[in-house]
């Protein structure tokens, strides 16, 4: 895809679900228990491939520990196995009996954030689509299929998705999806948008140099057209 302004927004953004966090609440644990709560306190701390370690230490113990596969596939995605990281994700997913919808959609998201890893971004789109379905209050998701429907040259929807998340969000990461929309209010030529929205990202984060170009080249844009 030619560009004239800089895209570096591949930055997707994760749900954590409640319901599969520690389970500091058993009191008598057994040893699938004990590597499931190690391998989360792995990931949490960064430490990927010893979470992968511990969680698969889990699974061999108990092949029905679905909180051990959800998070296997979090750290999976992490050090970009993402074929690994959708097999896991097609364990919870499905699963017998099926988890809640917020769970499952959860599920999802994350397999849609692995196929977006392996640039599948029609399948990543599928899974977003189901994601939104089961549990429509995800803004995270609203923007990684805004991102992924980027890639497919979807602008307008991409716009659309951006614009969603922002209604839904009090995201830390504000100013990606800001920069998402911006990007592909550029592909549609609307210059006075994705300027407002490269202004946007800049207050939140001054030192980002790509919505700063961006932002000069769609004033000069506008410049040109008032001519």
Known sequence: ???????????????????????????????????????????????????????????????????????????????????????????????????????????????????????DWVGAVADFNKAIELEPTFAETYYNRGLAKFHLKSFTEAVADCTKAIDLSNDPHMADIFFCRGNAEMELKDFNDAAADYRKVLKMNPDNECARTNLVIAEQALRNRQK
């Open 1 to 119: 895809m030619n560009r004239k302004f800089i895209f570096s927004g591949n930055y997707l953004l994760p749900v954590f679900t409640v319901a599969f966090c520690l389970h500091k609440a058993v009191h008598a644990q057994t040893n699938d228990m004990s590597f499931l709560n190690v391998g989360v306190s792995n990931f949490q701390a960064g430490k990927f491939t010893a979470a992968v370690t511990n969680l698969t230490k889990a699974i061999e113990l108990n092949t029905n520990l679905l909180p051990a596969y959800f998070w296997q596939g979090l750290a999976k995605f992490e050090i970009s196995d993402y074929n690994g990281a959708i097999t896991d994700f097609d364990k919870v997913i499905e699963s017998n009996p099926s988890p809640n919808a917020y769970i499952l959609g959860d599920a999802y998201n994350q397999r849609g954030r692995a196929k977006f890893g392996l640039e």
